[in-house]
């Protein structure tokens, strides 16, 4: 099966959590570069004005490696919660 060339105009902002206290947040976004479609998971972060700025620390990949993505977080979920790290649904926002 043959991959389409889609160019996005701007990004697509799939998901938006907070990870901390300070509220910075992570964000999950479609977007295309050169005829690639991309995923990017990236933090963010407030700066000095307020502003949400994005920072160095994410991932940007392929589209065709998401469900590769996917599986990794499920596992991760998994033996999280072997290790009893996570209960169930817990949400505290993240400590770092």
């Known amino acids: ?4 060339k889609l160019e996005l105009a701007e990004p697509v ?3 938006r959590f907070f990870s901390n ?3 910075d947040i992570i ?3 479609l977007q295309s570069y050169k005829g690639h479609a991309l995923v ?3 933090k963010y972060m407030h700066d000095r004005e307020g502003k949400i700025v994005p920072t160095s620390k994410g991932i940007t990949m392929k589209v065709t490696r998401l469900l590769d993505l ?3 977080i499920s596992k991760a979920v998994d033996k999280a ?3 009893g790290l996570l209960d169930g649904n ?3 926002g993240g400590d770092e």
């Open 27 to 29: 964000s999950t976004a």
């Open 90 to 92: 817990e949400d505290d």
């Open 40 to 42: 990017d998971v990236r």
């Open 81 to 83: 919660r072997e290790l």
């Open 13 to 15: 902002v799939v998901d």
């Open 1 to 4: 099966m043959g991959t389409r």
């Open 70 to 72: 996917q599986k990794a």
């Open 21 to 23: 206290r300070r509220k």
